[in-house]
């Protein structure tokens, strides 16, 4: 499942916080507030959802989080400096050592 989470967190403490609990889920930074990636499921996005939750007040601060499949991804545009689609997948990879 691929992922996209931007936010608008006011406090710096917690928008700095919410930016690591995406790195930890295996987001890509594309903009200082907005992420890219793949999940492992519904379960890892609810987890993430739930993460960035604790850390925002309802009454000021917006996290969203969108959905996306491989092929509305690859049906994107981008203009400018873009981040490369081909370090997003929706396939499970791992890494032995």
Known sequence: MI???LYDIKADRARAKAAKVCKLAG???VQHSCFL???GGSAARDTLQLQLA???DEGVDKVYVFNMNRQEL???VLLGQAFDKRLITDE???LFL
């Open 27 to 29: 987001l890509y930074r």
């Open 37 to 39: 990636g793949s999940l």
């Open 92 to 94: 499970v990879q791992a």
């Open 54 to 56: 604790a850390l925002i």
């Open 74 to 76: 690859q049906q994107t």
């Open 3 to 5: 992922v996209w989470v």
